[in-house]
Structures are given as structure tokens and as C-alpha cells.
């Protein structure tokens, strides 16, 4: 049984950064994808950063790239999105989640395994 936990939400003012971790748990695969998802009020859920767990092969939103950058690491099972000149429209729930194939990272659908999300907001 795979779990995800995220951690690291919180308030900032606009400019500011936070560091989210998503702790993995029985995720086994070789190979696959780890993304960051987020969903805003009355939005659609959408991906904004996610690596290919073999090939490190990183994919950003272009609403994030410069800002957001993904990382893992292995030994802690461990993946991070560090989050920088942070916007009011990054405002939202953010979701880690887990593929078991690699390629396309921030198509949503290919995803297996969700976490329960951690609220990221944003004020101007």
C-alpha cells in the first residue's frame, strides 16, 4: 500500500517561499513519476512540477518555471518542491502524488496514488 504525506503548507505574503516535502511509503517502482499537483477554488486541478524517478527528467508548469523547482531524494524516499517569488495565484491545495510509469509527468491521469494535500496561501 503506497502513502504519500505532504507536509509544509503555510501562509506566506507574496515573495516569500516555502518548502514542500512529500514523504512516500511502500513505493517500490524502479521507474515512474512523482508530482505536485494544485488545486485553487472553483479551478481545475493541475499539475505544476513532477520528476521521473529514473531518469530525473524534471516537468514544470510554465506558470511556475524560474519560480518552483522539484527535487527527491531517494534515501529518504522524500520529494520536495521548493517553491520561490511566490504569487497570490499560487494560492491552493497542493497534492503530491505517485505514477507507476514514467513519461508525461504532469499529466494527472497517470496518476495512482494521492495525498490528502496540504493548503498553500498566498497574500498580496
Known amino acids: 500500500q503506497v502513502q504519500l504525506v505532504e507536509s509544509g503548507g503555510g501562509s506566506v505574503q507574496a515573495g516569500g517561499s516555502l518548502r514542500l516535502s512529500c514523504v512516500a511509503s511502500?513505493?517500490?517502482?524502479?521507474?515512474?513519476?512523482m508530482g505536485w499537483f494544485r488545486q485553487a477554488p472553483g479551478k481545475e486541478r493541475e499539475g505544476v512540477a513532477a520528476?521521473?524517478?529514473?531518469?530525473?527528467?524534471?516537468y514544470y508548469a510554465d506558470s511556475v518555471l524560474g519560480r518552483f523547482t522539484i527535487s527527491q531524494d531517494n534515501a529518504k524516499n522524500t520529494v520536495y518542491v521548493q517553491m520561490n517569488s511566490l504569487k497570490p495565484e499560487d494560492t491552493g491545495m497542493y497534492y503530491c502524488?505517485?505514477?507507476?510509469?514514467?513519461?508525461?509527468?504532469?499529466?494527472?491521469?497517470?496518476?495512482?496514488?494521492w495525498g490528502q494535500g496540504t493548503q498553500v496561501t498566498v497574500s498580496s
Open positions: 502524488a505517485a505514477a507507476s510509469s514514467g513519461g508525461r509527468c504532469l499529466w494527472s491521469l497517470k496518476y495512482n496514488y
Open positions: 511502500g513505493y517500490t517502482y524502479s521507474s515512474g513519476c
Open positions: 520528476i521521473d524517478i529514473r531518469f530525473y527528467s524534471t
